[in-house]
């Protein structure tokens, strides 16, 4: 019972924060409802017992990316006047409204129709670091250094456009 009932607020927090990030007109209001999106998408692994996942969006997404968004918000300096009107916001937003409220009754009708089963929760061996680690590394390898080989090349190229940038000032 009190599973279902956070299972509730952590989803109410995230699609009100992800609602929060496309309405606020201020980028750091916007950023701001992304951290609470965030965090409530954390809440959610949590109660799914997936810790290594509960942990990286807590760290990483939460704490590391949002601070570097904070940051470069800040930066910024971006100030009201600096912002474009937007007179057709809510022309979007219901525009937006329409295409998945229909999207959203269908996924209800089709988890209604779905049969009555027991839940059971994961072992305790499910979403824990060693488990994570061991598929990853074993089954998963050659594609985790593909990504990594490419994450190498685009820092590599955004360090080169970077210089080269500096260079023509």
Do not use: C
């Amino acid at each position: 019972m009190l599973a279902d009932g956070l299972f509730i607020l952590f989803f109410a927090l995230s699609v009100l924060g992800a609602v929060g990030l496309v309405l606020f007109r201020h980028p750091m209001n916007g950023a701001m409802s992304f951290v609470v999106t965030l965090i409530s998408l954390a809440g959610l692994y949590a109660l799914l017992s997936a810790k290594l996942i509960f942990a990286l969006q807590l760290i990483v997404y939460a704490g590391a990316i949002m601070s570097l968004i904070v940051f470069i918000i800040m930066f910024l300096n971006i100030q009201p006047d600096d912002l474009p009107r937007e007179e057709t916001t809510l022309l979007y937003v219901l525009g937006g409204g329409i295409l998945v409220v229909p999207i959203g009754l269908f996924l209800v009708k089709i988890v209604a129709s779905l049969p009555e089963q027991a839940i059971a929760i994961m072992g305790n061996d499910f979403g824990g670091v060693k488990e994570v680690g061991l598929l990853l590394f074993r089954d998963w390898l050659i594609p985790f250094e593909i990504v990594s080989l490419l994450l190498l090349v685009s820092l590599v190229g955004a360090v080169i456009l970077a210089g080269k940038r500096g260079v023509t000032k």
